[in-house]
């Protein structure tokens, strides 16, 4: 492993406050090296966006932060946290050191604006000095870069198919060269053919420009192909982190092996999907235990008395289960 670049260490977020607030994310611990793709999967709900969202102060209300550190590691060796640095130098950070793609491109992307206006718009926001010749010109160069022609920039969202205004995005996040990208489901509701495209898209743009990538998704298939580690979340909470091949191969937790027996094997005899039976836990009623134990196939006596701790198992994973108990990191 490199040297981390981004770290989340104890991450809580509540929705709303008081009595009634709901907590979304739970004691999450996550580390980002340079350079690497880091796969964050789970069903709608888990908690996947408000992680993303909340580390980068961008919850929207009632979204609270209500603990923890995101600490970000600059160029020059010294560390900020994310959650505590003031909103002008947070915002010199982002889109320079840390963008965003975000989930659902048609309702980012302004629907009366062309494509142009809003790339430039970025690159104007964040480098005021540069002539409006060389803005447009770059705004050319980041289309050409994600693999559209630089005559679409004068197009207007509704004008572009869902795979490419999902590449306007893309070349929206890198605009600056961040060292940083984190990707919010970017290929939801684009067809099997346009997901691998734009993924081997990103795989081209990473080996070039060397930026690291938080990549969420509810489709393990995806990250399986993409992504170095995975952590899976369920119920707000990490149960289970480990290298890409590792989970895929051998998941630890039941419920990362109820995911990956939701879809078709890649390769290989056919199976039998099996999926997960019941829903997600209601986050006002959470169930005693291990909140994943009333859907658990393999669940024992210990699992709704007593909560798993993420502990670090063999071949530097991490698991939050009794079937597979470990010290706690």
Request: aromatic share 4%; charged share 25%.
């Amino acid at each position: 492993m490199k040297e981390p670049i981004l770290e989340v260490r104890g991450l809580n977020v509540d929705y709303g406050v008081g009595p009634e607030s709901v907590r979304a994310v739970r004691d999450v611990n996550l580390t980002l090296h340079r350079g690497e793709v880091l796969g964050l999967a789970g069903e709608s709900g888990s908690g996947k966006s408000t992680l993303a969202y909340g580390m980068t102060r961008l919850l929207p209300p009632p979204g609270v932060v209500a603990g923890g550190e995101v600490t970000y590691h600059l160029d020059d060796g010294s560390t900020v946290d994310l959650l505590r640095i003031r909103d002008a130098d947070l915002r010199r950070l982002r889109w320079a050191e840390i963008a965003i793609v975000f989930q659902g491109a048609i309702n980012s992307l302004n629907p009366v604006q062309r494509i142009s206006t809003q790339l430039v718009d970025v690159i104007k926001a964040h480098s005021p000095r540069t002539s409006p010749r060389s803005r447009q010109d770059r705004a050319g160069e980041l289309l050409e870069l994600v693999g559209i022609a630089a005559d679409r920039l004068h197009s207007y969202p509704h004008q572009l198919s869902g795979g490419m205004r999902q590449r306007v995005m893309i070349a929206m996040a890198l605009a600056l060269e961040p060292r940083v990208v984190i990707m919010d489901e970017p290929t939801t509701a684009l067809d099997v053919v346009v997901q691998r495209q734009i993924l081997r898209t990103l795989v081209e743009l990473r080996e070039r420009l060397g930026f690291s990538v938080v990549f969420i998704t509810h489709d393990l298939s995806l990250l399986a192909e993409f992504s170095d580690r995975i952590a899976i979340m369920y119920a707000g909470q990490v149960v289970e982190e480990a290298m890409s091949a590792d989970l895929y191969r051998s998941p630890l937790h039941p419920y990362s092996d109820g995911l990956l027996r939701s879809f078709p094997a890649l390769k290989g005899e056919k199976r039998e999907l099996s999926g997960i039976p019941g829903s997600p836990p209601d986050l006002r009623t959470m169930p005693s235990g291990c909140a994943f134990h009333p859907r658990c196939p393999r669940a024992m006596d210990v699992c709704d008395k007593r909560t798993p701790a993420l502990g670090q198992s063999s071949g530097n994973r991490s698991v939050a289960c009794w079937l597979h108990p470990v010290a706690v990191r």
